[in-house]
C-alpha cells in the first residue's frame, strides 16, 4: 500500500470512528453500557489509535505525489497562511484550558465566554484552520490529503457535533448556540455576540504563542 492509500485510508478511519462513535444513534448505547467515563476514555483512545498511524502515514510520504499547486512562491499568500496557522495553533492550544460547552467532555458553563465568543469550537475548528492554511502552502498529493483531511474532520466534525448537541442539549445550550457561531468571529460580525477581551486565557494564549513559536523554529528540522 502506497503511502497516498495508507494517508486515505487512516483519515477515513479517524473521520468514521470520531463522529460516529459521538453520533446519535450510537453515543447513548455506548454511554448506556459502559459509563460516561468509560466511554470518554475508549472514545480517546480510538481517536488516538487512529489519528497517530495517520499521522505516522503522512510523515513516511511527506510531499509525496505530484504537485497541485505551488501557493509557498508567492510570498503574500506564504504569509498570511503562516500567521493563520501561527495564531489557530495557539488559539487551539489556548482552548484546552477553557474548553467550549459544545464539546464533548464536561462542561462548566452553559453560555459563551473567552474564546467561544471567537467560535464555538475553538479547539477544532482552530484546528481544521491550522490544516487549511497549511495545505494552501502545500501542494503535493500527500500535503493536500493530509492536511485538507484535517480541515475537513475539524469543519465537518463540529457540524456533527453542533447536530448531536441541538438536540440532546436542547433548551439548555439554547443561549449558547444563539450567542456563538460555528465560523470565526461570524456572532461578532452579526452582532449577536460581541468579544470580551477579559474573559479570554491570556495565560493559555502566551503558552501557546510561545509553543507555536517554538514549533516553528524547528519547523524545517522535524517535518523536511
Not at 67 to 85: E, K, T
Not at 109 to 125: D, E, N, S, W
Amino acid at each position: 500500500m502506497t503511502s497516498t492509500e495508507q494517508i486515505v485510508l487512516w483519515i477515513l478511519a479517524f473521520a468514521a470512528t470520531h463522529m460516529g462513535m459521538a453520533s446519535l444513534r450510537v453515543r447513548p448505547r455506548l454511554v448506556a453500557a459502559l459509563g460516561e467515563g468509560a466511554y470518554l476514555g475508549i472514545y480517546t483512545v480510538v481517536s488516538f489509535a487512529t489519528f497517530v498511524p495517520l499521522v505516522m502515514a503522512y510523515l513516511r510520504g511527506i510531499h509525496g505525489g505530484a504537485m497541485l499547486w505551488n501557493l509557498r512562491s508567492v510570498p503574500v499568500v506564504h504569509a498570511v497562511a503562516l500567521g493563520v496557522a501561527w495564531l489557530s495553533f495557539t488559539l487551539a492550544l489556548a482552548a484546552l484550558v477553557q474548553p467550549s460547552p459544545a464539546s464533548i467532555g464536561p462542561r462548566t458553563t452553559t453560555r459563551a465566554r473567552g474564546l467561544t465568543r471567537i467560535t464555538r469550537h475553538p479547539l477544532f475548528m482552530n484546528i481544521g484552520i491550522w490544516g487549511l492554511a497549511h495545505c494552501v502552502v502545500n501542494g503535493f498529493v500527500n500535503d493536500v490529503l493530509f492536511f485538507g483531511g484535517i480541515f475537513l474532520v475539524g469543519l465537518f466534525g463540529c457540524m456533527h457535533q453542533d447536530a448531536r448537541k441541538r438536540v440532546t442539549e436542547k433548551g439548555v445550550l439554547d443561549e449558547f448556540y444563539a450567542e456563538t457561531s460555528l465560523v470565526p468571529f461570524a456572532a461578532i460580525a452579526t452582532g449577536r455576540g460581541k468579544l470580551v477581551p477579559g474573559e479570554l486565557p491570556w495565560i493559555g494564549i502566551a503558552v501557546g504563542g510561545v509553543a507555536s513559536l517554538a514549533l516553528y523554529h524547528f519547523h524545517d528540522a522535524m517535518f523536511h
